[in-house]
C-alpha cells in the first residue's frame, strides 16, 4: 500500500496547535480583526484514536462570546481540518461577528489549480488555470452548494501539492491569488456573514480541509484524496461499522403506469407486487427498491393525484404521512417487508426543506405556518428547520413513516434555491443579523440528517443517507460523511456522452456515486436505450437499474442479467484507485476515446474500461498505465473475446498500450493483472 504520510504536514499541525495565535483562520469582532486565536484559553483536550488526533480548544473572547476549535489531523495523510463555533454564553447580546476566513499560504513556484465546476449547467467540467497569471475566485450563493461550482480544490506548486475542501451546505466563497513566492487561499462560508448572537445563541463554520501532498502529479494527488475520502469520511453501512459497498437499486415508479403531469410516476399499493414479481422471476434483483415522490397526503388531507385533484407530488409537499389512497392500511409496510423478505431494503423520498400550503399544515397537522419562509414573487417556501421547534416537528413526521414501515434508507432532495429566503428572514429580524438564518437552518440539516441516521439504524437500516439537491446539489464534504450521492445529476439521466463526461470528471473528487443505466431522450423519460457500452458507461459504486419490469413488453430480460451480473464482478474495484487515461471530453463530444481504470495496489489487480465514441472515425487506442513498473509484466484479458494481451512493463511506459475497436459505439472491458 502506497504511504501517504508527509512530515512536513504533521509539523505545520504541531505548530498552528502548539501556538493557537499562529493557527490559519481571522474573523472580525466589533470591527476588530482577530489573526488566529489571540485570546484566552479556558480549556483544551485532545484524544488520538489510531493516526487521528483531534484537539478541541475553547477560548475566551468576551463575557459574550466562546470559541471553539475543534481541529482534526490525520498522520497516515498528513490532512488537516478544522471547524469553528462561536457561542453566547451570556444573557445579553454579543457584538458583531464577521468576516470568518480560513487563509493558507503555499510557498513553491509554477501555481496550478486544477478542479471541476459543479453540477447543473457545468456539468463537472474541469478546469485547469494558472494562478500566477490571474485572482481566481470562486462563490456559490444559492444556498446549494455543489450547484455551479464546486468546493473542492486541487492546488500544485513547486513539486508538491495540497487538496483543499469546503465542507458546508450553505453558501461559500473560495479566493486564490499568487504575490510571486506564495499562493495565498482564502475559504469562508456564509458569504455575507455580519450578525450579533443573542442570548444562547450557536453558529458555526464549514468544515475546512487541507491535505498536503508530496509528488506533483495528478493521478497521485487524486488517489491520495480517494483514499484518505474512503478511510475517513464515508459514512458506515450499518450499526455494526461494516464498510460501505457498492449496492444497487431500482426505481418502480416507471412501471406503475401512473404519470404525474411533469412526465415523473408515483407508485402506489397495487403497482409494486408486480414489478416486484416480475422482477424476482427474472433473476434481476437488486439490493435497493427505490420509492421516488408523491407517497405523501397534501396538506389539505386531499390524494395527490394530477387527474383527480389537479395536484401532484410538486405542490404537496410537507405532511411526510402515507396518502392513505394511494397506500391505505399497512400496504406501505406490507411491501417493505416483501422486499425484505426477498433481500431487498427499500428507500423512501423526501423533502424537507420545502412545504406547501403552510395554513393547511398548521391545521391538520400540527405544523406553525410561520415556520415557514415565504416571499412574493418566490415560489419556494422554505421550512426553517433552523428553529428547533420546527426540527423536531419534522423530523418527527420523518422518523415515524421511517420507523413504522421499516424503510432501510432516506433520500433527500431540495428542488429550490434557499439562500435568498435565508436573506429575506434576516432582514426581517432587524439590522445586523446577517447570516444568522443560514448558520442556524445548515447546522439544524446536519443535526437532522444524524437523527434520520440513527432511526434508521435503530431498527437495521442504514448508516448514511442518500444526499441529493435536484440531483448533485449538496454534495459538500461535511454532507457526505453522513450520505452518498446515488444519482449525481438528474442530467445524468440521458446520454452515455454525458454519463462518460461526468465519470472522468467527477470520480476524482467523490468516490461513491452513482449514475442511471439507460440513455434516454430526456430525464423523465419511462423508456431509452440499454447495451453492453450503456451498461458499462454506468458501472459505478452506486447502480441505478432504470427498467419496466411489466410495462414494457420489450423489455430484454437478458440484457438486465448480463449489466447487474458484469457490475457484480467489477463491483469490488470501483472503491479502489482511479485513472483516466484520455483527454477529458464534454457531453457534446463523441468524437474520442474514452478510457479510464480502477486498480487495487494491494492485489496487483483492476479493471479497465475503453470506450470509442458514436462518431469516433478511429479504431485505434493507444493508452499508458501509470502503475505498471518497468519491471513487472502486464496481461490484460478481454471479458467479450477472452483475448490476452501480454506486454512487459517497460513496453508500457515507452510505447504504450494498443487497443483496438472495430466500430464507433463499443466498449471495450478488460481485466488487469500486473506481475
Known sequence: MKQYANPAADAWYREITADFKKFPFSFDYDGICHYGFDMPKK??????????ETVTVVFSLDETIEITLLCTHYYDFGVT????????????????????????????????????LGDHVNAYRPYAIDIADQTTTFVSHTGRPTHIVFPYFNLEFGE?????????????????????????YTAQSVNDLYTYLKPKEK??????VCGRYGERRESYGTNYWRRWFIAYNLPKADQKGTALAPFSTCCLASDTGLPNSDGSISENYATWRPSLEKMLAEDVKVDFRWVDAGWYIAPDKTSAQPYVSGHDWWDTVGTWELDSEKWPGDSFLE??????????????????????????????????????IARENNPAIANNIGIPECLDW?????????????????????????????????AKEGDHRRGITECKFIDGHYRMWDEIIACTLSYGGCGFVDSCASGGGRNDLESLRRGVPLLRSDADRTTVALRLSMTTALGAWIPFMGANTKEKESQLAPVGNSDPYIWRASYLPALNVDSQFVQDESQNFDMLRFGLSEWKRVSSYLLK?????????????????TAYSYFDEDTQKGVLFAFRGEHCLDDTLHIKLPYVGEKQSLVLTDEDTKEEICIEGSQNQEKGIR????????????WICVQ
Not at 453558529?203 to 475546512?208: E, N
Not at 487497443?659 to 478488460?670: E, F, N, S
Request: hydrophobic share 35%.
Open 43 to 52: 480549556a483544551q483536550h485532545t484524544k488520538r484514536i489510531g493516526d487521528k
Open 394 to 426: 419534522t423530523l418527527g413526521q420523518i422518523k415515524k413513516v421511517l420507523s413504522d414501515n421499516r424503510v432501510e434508507m432516506y433520500r433527500e432532495d431540495n428542488n429550490s434555491n434557499p439562500a435568498e429566503l435565508w436573506s429575506y428572514l434576516d
Open 335 to 372: 411491501s417493505t417487508e416483501f422486499a425484505r423478505a426477498h433481500g431487498m431494503k427499500t428507500l423512501l423520498w423526501f423533502e424537507p426543506e420545502r412545504v406547501s400550503d403552510p395554513e393547511n399544515l398548521e391545521k391538520y397537522f400540527g405544523y406553525r405556518a410561520e415556520w415557514a
Open 81 to 116: 481540518e478544522w471547524t469553528v463555533w462561536f457561542e453566547n454564553p451570556s444573557d445579553k447580546n454579543s457584538g458583531i461577528i464577521s468576516e470568518c476566513k480560513s487563509e493558507l499560504r503555499f510557498l513553491g513556484q509554477r501555481p496550478m489549480l486544477k478542479g471541476i
Open 203 to 208: 453558529i458555526r463554520t464549514a468544515l475546512f
Open 659 to 670: 487497443l483496438t475497436m472495430a466500430h464507433p459505439r463499443q466498449a471495450r472491458l478488460l
Open 160 to 184: 508538491m501539492g495540497a487538496m483543499l475542501a469546503i465542507g458546508w451546505s450553505g453558501t461559500w466563497k473560495a479566493d486564490f491569488h499568487f504575490d510571486g513566492e506564495e499562493t495565498v
Open 577 to 593: 484507485d482511479f485513472y483516466v487515461h484520455t483527454p477529458w471530453h464534454s457531453e457534446h463530444d463523441r468524437m474520442g476515446f
